[in-house]
Every structure is written in C-alpha cells, then in structure tokens.
C-alpha cells in the first residue's frame, strides 16, 4: 500500500523558513515522481515543487522560485521541502503526492498517490 506522510507544518512569521517533509513507504521510492502541492482556503490546489525521476528535474513556479527547494533522500525514502523567506500567502495546507510515470511535473492530474496535508501558516 502507497503511504505518504507528510510532517514539518507549523506557525511563523513572515520572512522565517520551515522544512516539510514526505515520509512515502509501498512503492519504489527512486522511481516514482514527488510532487509537492498546497491548497489555501477557498482557493484551488496548486502545485509548488515537484522533482523528476526521469531526468531529475525541478520544477518550482514563479511565485516560490528562489525560496523554495525541493530534495530527495532515497536512503531515507523521504523528499524535503524547504521553504525560505515565507510570505502570509504561503500560508496553506500542503500536500506530497506521487507520480508513478516518475516524470513529476507541476500537472496534478499525473499524480495517483496524496498525502493527509500538513498545515503552514505564515504571519504577518
């Protein structure tokens, strides 16, 4: 069975940092994609990092490029995100979710497999 767990969300004040991190068990961990996504009240889910297994490509959209990163620890079967220079709009739910193409766009339709969340809240 496919698990994803992510941890790492909290409380912080505009311009500090948080790491998120995704546990992911059941699954070949080098060989599926890792996508990171958020959803923010009333808003639509977006996706804000990803990581390619096909030709380890990034991928990160404007609004975050700079100030997030995105890595992989295969030995630990667990994909970081770290968040810097964090912005009250950051704040929301945000979910790891896996692509077993391995391509790990941007493209929420390509990923079969979500996490529960884990809430980041950024003050002002």
């Known amino acids: 069975e496919v698990q994803l767990v992510e941890s790492g969300g909290g409380l912080v004040q505009a311009g500090g940092s948080l790491t998120l991190s995704c546990a992911a068990s059941?699954?070949?961990?080098?060989?599926?994609?890792i996508g990171w996504f958020r959803q923010a009240p009333g808003k639509e889910r977006e996706g804000v990092s990803s990581i390619s297994r096909r030709d380890s490509r990034t991928y990160y959209p404007d609004s975050v490029k700079g100030r997030f990163t995105i890595s992989s620890d295969n030995a630990k079967n667990t994909v970081y995100l770290q968040m810097n220079s964090l912005k009250p709009e950051d704040t929301a739910v945000y979910y790891c979710?896996?692509?077993?193409?391995?391509?790990?766009?941007?493209?929420?339709?390509?990923?079969?497999?979500w996490g529960q969340g884990t809430q980041v809240t950024v003050s002002s």
């Open positions: 979710a896996a692509d077993p193409t391995g391509w790990g766009t941007l493209f929420q339709i390509d990923y079969d497999y």
């Open positions: 059941g699954f070949t961990f080098d060989e599926y994609a």
